[in-house]
C-alpha cells in the first residue's frame, strides 16, 4: 500500500518532467505550446457557455415546476409492474440529463435507503454505468460547432436506457 501511494505521489510530477524533456529533445517550445492550448480550452469554454446555462436552467425549471413528480407518478405503475424499485425513477430520469443533480439524488437516497440496500445498490451501479446524454452531447458538439446531432440522442438514450435495465437486472440477480 506505502508503495502505491508513493507511486500516485510522484505521477503527476513524473508526467510533467518526462513532457518538458520530451519537448527539450523535439525542439518544442513547451511552454508556448501551453499557452496556446490554455487559449484554445479557454475560447471553447466561452464558446460552450450558453449552452451549459441553457441547460442548468432547464434542470432547475424541471425540478421546481413538479414536472419530476408528475412525471415519476406517471411511471410509477409501470415500473411496479415491471419489479423494479419505484425509488429509482428519479435517478433513471435525472441521470441523462446532470450528473450534478443525479449525484445529489444518489447522495440523498443512499442515506435514505443505505448502500447496501437493494435501492441503493441499483442506484449506484446505474450512476456508475450511465452517462449524462444531454449534458455530454450538448458540451461536445456544442465544442465543435455542430447543430444537427442526427441520431446521437436516440442511439444515447438506448444505450442509457440498457445501462438503467441492466443496472437493475444485475442487482437482483446478485445478492
Known amino acids: 500500500m506505502a508503495f502505491m501511494n508513493k507511486l500516485s505521489e510522484a505521477a503527476i510530477p513524473v508526467i510533467i518532467i518526462v513532457i518538458f524533456v520530451i519537448g527539450a529533445w523535439k525542439n518544442v517550445p513547451v511552454f ?3 499557452i ?31 414536472a419530476l413528480d408528475i412525471v415519476v407518478t406517471l411511471l410509477k405503475p409501470a415500473v411496479n409492474f415491471l419489479g423494479i424499485p419505484e425509488e429509482i425513477i428519479p435517478m433513471a430520469i435525472l441521470r441523462p440529463i446532470s450528473g450534478s443533480a ?36 450538448a458540451v461536445y458538439f456544442g465544442a465543435i460547432g455542430v447543430k444537427k446531432t442526427r441520431g446521437t440522442v436516440w442511439i444515447a438514450l438506448i444505450a442509457g436506457l440498457a445501462g438503467m435495465i441492466s443496472s437493475v437486472i444485475v442487482c437482483k440477480l446478485l445478492p
Open 36 to 66: 496556446e492550448g490554455a487559449k484554445e480550452g479557454l475560447a471553447t469554454a466561452i464558446r460552450i457557455l450558453p449552452v451549459l446555462v441553457g441547460i442548468m436552467l432547464a434542470i432547475n425549471v424541471f425540478k421546481a415546476s413538479g
Open 102 to 137: 443525479s449525484l445529489g439524488l444518489l447522495s440523498r437516497q443512499l442515506k435514505e435507503y443505505g448502500p447496501d440496500s437493494i435501492v441503493g445498490r441499483i442506484l449506484s451501479v446505474m450512476m456508475g454505468s450511465t452517462e449524462t446524454i444531454f449534458y455530454t452531447i
Open 32 to 34: 508556448d505550446v501551453f
